[in-house]
C-alpha cells in the first residue's frame, strides 16, 4: 500500500507507469480573471521580480519564488488556494503548492 502525505492509500490515485497521482485541485478551478501583469507587493517594496505567477483561484498575480519576494507562495499560505500558473503567453506549467509538484 502506498501512503500519501495525509497517510490515505494513494494506490487508487496512482498514474500509470508509475506517473504521480492526478491532482484533484485542477478540476476544482473556476475560471478567473486575471489581474494586472505586475507584483503589487514587488512593486510597493521597489523590488523586481524574474517570473510571475497568477493565482488559478482568484486571478491574483505576484512574484514566484525564484524573486526576491516569493510572493505567489505567500499568497498560497494566506488563503490556501492550490494551484498557480506562469504568466505568460502560451503557458502551460501549473504548480500545486499542496502537493508540491507541478500538475
Known amino acids: 500500500m502506498t501512503l500519501d502525505a495525509q497517510g490515505m492509500d494513494a494506490t487508487d490515485r496512482a498514474g500509470l507507469n508509475g506517473q504521480a497521482p492526478r491532482c484533484d485541485h485542477i478540476d476544482q478551478l473556476p475560471t478567473v480573471r486575471y489581474g ?3 507584483c503589487k507587493e514587488c512593486l510597493a517594496l521597489g523590488q523586481t521580480w524574474t517570473r510571475l505567477l497568477v493565482c488559478l483561484t482568484c486571478g491574483w498575480v505576484a512574484c514566484s519564488d525564484d524573486s ?3 510572493h505567489a507562495k505567500a499568497h498560497y499560505q494566506e488563503t490556501d488556494h492550490p494551484v498557480a500558473a506562469t504568466l505568460g503567453p502560451r503557458s502551460t506549467w501549473r504548480w500545486c503548492y499542496v502537493h508540491w509538484r507541478t500538475v
Open 68 to 70: 526576491q519576494g516569493g
Open 36 to 38: 494586472p501583469p505586475e
